[in-house]
């Protein structure tokens, strides 16, 4: 499958701002973070974890450090963000049970099954519904019988009042972040253009129609939505 790039502006200078750009709201991402050690937690103790769009390594790190005989293939197609993740993984001494690929899943070369993946704040920027269905068929082809997805994106329908109330507290939320509250318009456009909104009933489908059963919703953080889902073999052959 040829997937979208990386969102324009992840060369190296912006890769390396990445992380301090959302340091006042990272109790967001700890938050998920945190949630998703507890979706997994019932994982094997030597498990296979496939991580989709890792970007600087957060959430491997996460899991890393709390499941010590964990192995990862860390998949990330933007070069720049790649070396922080390889960096942190360095600094912290996880990256002998890593496997980094710096491309798409397209071209990942074989590996043994995993037993779960994740997919955080990634595929919401694959615009196109059937893309966006064959990246999630592609995870579960890599998953294990009864693998454990866990999938966090921007989504909701923004045609509605309730999404509108919620989007005005998100862009309160970014200038807490220190976004000058002139770009909202710009982030709007952006999100127009580059993010592909789906309403949740929508979205579930989706994933379900990629091969797993119904998503579990687990989590929200204003615009930001969190499922988990297991793999159903025969679907995700389909």
Known sequence: MSQTPPPVGFDAQNAAAYDDRFAKISALRESLLLQTRAVLGDLPAEARILCVGAGTGHEVQALATHFPNWRFTVVEPSAPMMALCRR????????????????YLDSLPPVPPHHAATSLLVSHFLVSPEK???????IAIRL??????????????????????????WFRLMEIAGAAPEQHEKTREAWRRDVGFLPVPELESLIGSAGFGAPQLFSQSLLIRAWFAEVERERAQG
Do not use: I, Y
Request: neutral net charge; hydrophobic residues 30%.
């Open 88 to 103: 942190r993984a360095e600094e912290q001494g996880w990256t002998d049970r890593c496997l980094f690929h710096s491309g």
């Open 132 to 138: 966006r269905r064959e990246f999630f068929r592609q």
């Open 144 to 169: 294990r019988d009864e693998g454990r997805l866990v999938v966090a994106d921007l989504s909701g329908d923004r045609s509605t009042s309730s999404h509108a109330r919620l989007e005005a507290v």
